[in-house]
């Protein structure tokens, strides 16, 4: 769509003039906010071709217009001017990923945090759907005579622990014999990678490295497996220890969504509306549904989605912006920052692409990527 010049001019004052006051905008007020150079008739002219164009609305009879969809699209397009960050702002993301560098967790959790400060508006920060948590470290750790503590470190720093409960716990000596040889055989395995042959390498490993011969059968089929025959103390540890990984790590995969800045969305006066606010909050409170809103394209490039574009009705009268965190080929998530459709496109864009240009180096020192 070609515009003139006059027409863009228009459009913009529109815009930003909607933006900042939430009020629809009329001819003279341009006209005597905008020294555009021309008559509020000539004004009143080239808005009914860009209401024509479908660029911008009248909500109701008698009033000034406001931007359609379609005009914020153009407008983010090809007319909006991205602005550099502050150097405050810069100062605020680095300080908030630098405090949170150990753990990715933990990091999104701040993101989201400061990019709800910095944009004031609702953040959304998913991890990828994908996702499969490695084995980082293990560690058995005695607690009494029927029990020991288990504690495994995944690829993303991750630190998570259990207790879990034996027969009888092996000594701590030999917990730690045992830790070693699983950490040698499970390192950067997935969930789907422990299996009863990975128990049976683990217990072959402590056999063959006892001077003894209280060896006895295979690890059982419970969990991993019982075959029926006796088992050894070793035995029923690595199988408990292994059972227990599996839970932790089949948690850890579960995808986790932080949000931010709910309250954020409330001040605006497009969500005063009652049934509109419940709308917004139901749909925040939507795991999947936000976890589906920030699907899509995970080039890492920032994204703008005005509007109906998202096709979840509940947030229809919203836009969202967005973008995936990844090193290399792995994407690690997504964040989106979600306002009214008449939200600072400007700001929400440079504060996403501040994170980006910050976060995606820290990820990849954590993980090892």
């Known amino acids: 769509m070609v515009l003139s010049e006059r027409k863009i001019r228009i459009l913009e004052a529109i ?17 005597k906010r905008y020294d555009l150079g021309i008559s509020s ?11 024509e164009m479908g660029l911008i609305i009248q909500p109701y009879s008698s009033s000034g217009r406001v931007p359609s969809d379609k005009g914020y699209r153009l407008y983010v397009d090809s007319l909006m001017r991205q602005r550099e960050l502050t150097p ?25 945090r ?3 400060i910095l944009t004031n508006c609702a953040t959304v920060v998913s991890e990828a759907p994908e996702r499969l948590s490695r084995i ?4 058995l750790i005695p607690a009494d005579g029927k029990s020991f503590l288990l504690l495994l470190v995944t690829d993303t720093n991750a630190v998570k622990n259990q207790i879990v409960f034996v027969d009888e716990a092996l000594a701590e000596a030999e917990l730690s014999v045992l830790s070693g040889m699983m950490n040698s055989i499970l390192k950067n395995m997935t969930l789907s990678d422990l299996n009863e042959d990975i128990a049976k390498a683990i217990s072959a490993s402590v056999n063959n490295s006892r ?11 419970s969990g991993f497996g019982h075959n029926g025959g006796s088992l050894s103390r070793y035995d029923r540890v690595i199988i408990a220890a292994l059972n227990s990984i599996a839970q932790i790590i089949r948690q850890e995969d579960d995808v986790q969504v932080y949000t931010s800045g709910m309250r954020n969305i409330l001040n605006f006066p497009e969500f005063s509306d009652v049934n509109k606010a419940r709308a917004m909050i139901q749909a925040l ?3 999947d549904m936000l976890i589906t809103l920030l699907g899509g394209d995970n080039s890492g490039i920032v994204q703008v989605v005005i509007g109906s574009e998202n096709h979840i009705e509940l947030l229809e009268d919203c836009s969202v912006i967005k973008a995936s965190y990844q090193v290399g080929n792995r994407n690690f998530g997504s964040i989106g920052v979600i306002g009214p459709k008449r939200m600072n496109y400007s700001q929400g864009v440079s504060v996403l692409g501040g994170i980006l240009k910050h976060i995606n180096s820290v990820i990849e020192a954590i993980c090892g990527e």
């Open 211 to 221: 001077s003894t011969r209280d060896n006895s059968a295979a690890p059982s089929k």
């Open 285 to 287: 409170e939507e795991k």
């Open 136 to 139: 980082k470290h293990v560690s």
């Open 41 to 51: 008739a000539t004004i009143r002219n080239e808005m009914s071709d860009l209401e």
């Open 15 to 31: 815009i930003n003039d909607y933006v900042q006051t939430a009020e629809p905008i009329g001819s003279r007020t341009i006209a």
């Open 88 to 112: 405050d702002e810069v100062a605020y993301l680095r300080k908030i990923i630098a405090a949170n560098i150990n753990q990715v967790d933990l990091l999104m959790q701040e993101t989201a």
């Open 114 to 116: 400061a990019v709800a």
